[in-house]
């Protein structure tokens, strides 16, 4: 759990209570709503001079011993978990408080207060602990019961089923990669180049060209001859009725162009093929064909791994799990489950958008519209 330090000043200001008088002011804002976490530890720091005879105390009646409790009771100061240390005003004064639950309850509702002067105070909302974790990634096996319990399929999985419903899912995945980009799988790829070689892929070179390949979506050439100043070259991209024009494919010189051949195992064709002085044998690194592309998600394997998918598309691979599997098992729900599914798949889409800046540009005329 977390120990949070706020600092506690004295001066004129205006709460609910009453304007132009006396305020505690915490790290610097007139008498804030505070939230305490359960568990956690607060520390109000109270050096500061204008503490001098202020000092800060909690309660569970609002304004505290200066406010009426329901029933007509006089407030009370809560002392659980809370210790004081020295004189408000001077060195290493302050009020600490470890928010600590009520048993099946909670921790109540606490407000802070001076118990000298009405009215300095507010709320000190207390709120349940958070895990403090974000690593929620279910399994294949957590997937396909989330999935199932959408198609209404009760009882124990049958062997059939779990293994029906790993290959719809290794089936949507497929799929998706039908849709466009999704950009947690964008990467980059860095192939020395070599000197009048056109084809670039795994069988060429293994160690270097990934094999996760589904489609290339940008390239250049990078030149590291200079460390301190590398320099980077677009290529543009044309297809294969483009590439197949090319009189002489082996022409050497500085590449312009790249042609991908989409296939199980991809190809990339540069032209013009890299000549010396844009290639290197001592040093490889020093010329280098760079590319962007999308990688193919990885299979669904073993029940107990966790899918290649990151969290903003959770909901939408639950939704079209669900989709698939009514296609066999539940069809009169196919429908309803599509149109969940298509929904989640725009949400997960427009989430996955890259933003960029947006620019207008003026249009100038000169003469008669020249």
Avoid at 13 to 42: D, F, R
Avoid at 237 to 250: A, C, E, G, H, V
Avoid at 322 to 330: I, R, T, V
Wanted: charge should be negative; aromatic fraction near 12%.
């Amino acid at each position: 759990m977390a120990t949070i330090t706020y600092t506690v000043t004295v001066a004129t200001g205006t709460n609910q209570y009453s304007a132009n008088v006396n305020k505690y002011y915490i790290n610097g804002e007139v008498s804030p709503v505070l939230e305490l976490q359960e568990g956690n530890t607060y520390i109000f720091n109270q050096d500061d001079n204008s503490n001098t005879g202020h000092p800060l105390r909690f309660s569970a009646t609002a304004n505290g011993t200066h406010g009426t409790a329901p029933g007509g009771a006089a407030g009370i100061e809560y002392t659980t978990g809370v210790t004081t240390s020295g004189t408000p005003g001077t060195a290493t004064a302050f009020t600490q408080i470890v928010v600590a639950p009520v048993q099946n309850v909670g921790a109540p509702v606490l407000f802070y207060y001076c118990s000298v002067h009405s009215g300095m105070g507010n709320t000190a909302l207390t709120t349940p602990p958070t895990s403090n974790q974000t690593f929620f990634n279910p399994a294949i096996d957590d997937i396909i019961e989330e999935a199932y319990e959408r198609t209404n399929i009760r009882g124990t999985r049958t062997g059939y089923q779990l293994r029906s419903a790993r290959r719809s899912l290794n089936i949507m995945f497929q799929e998706w990669a039908n849709r466009g980009i999704h950009l947690w799988k964008i990467k980059l790829a860095k192939i020395p180049l070599i000197q009048g070689q056109a084809e670039y892929s795994v069988a060429t070179d293994s160690v270097n060209f990934p094999n996760d390949v589904d489609e290339v979506l940008e390239a250049y050439y990078r030149n590291n001859s200079t460390p301190t100043a590398p320099s980077d070259v677009a290529l543009t991209k044309i297809d294969r009725s483009q590439y197949s024009q090319t009189p002489n494919k082996l022409t050497q010189g500085t590449p312009s162009q790249y042609y991908a051949q989409r296939k199980l195992n991809p190809s990339i064709f540069l032209y013009a093929t890299p000549s010396s002085s844009i290639s290197s044998t001592t040093t490889p690194s020093n010329f280098q064909f760079c590319f962007y592309y999308m990688a193919k998600i990885q299979d669904a394997g073993a029940y107990t791994n966790t899918a290649d998918v990151i969290n903003r598309f959770y909901p939408c691979m639950m939704s079209g799990l669900a989709y698939y599997l009514s296609m066999k098992f539940d069809p009169e729900r196919t429908q309803a489950l599509e149109r969940n599914y298509e929904s989640e798949m725009l949400r997960a889409l427009d989430a996955d958008n890259q933003g960029t800046s947006s620019f207008i540009s003026p249009q100038t005329f000169y003469g008669d519209g020249v």
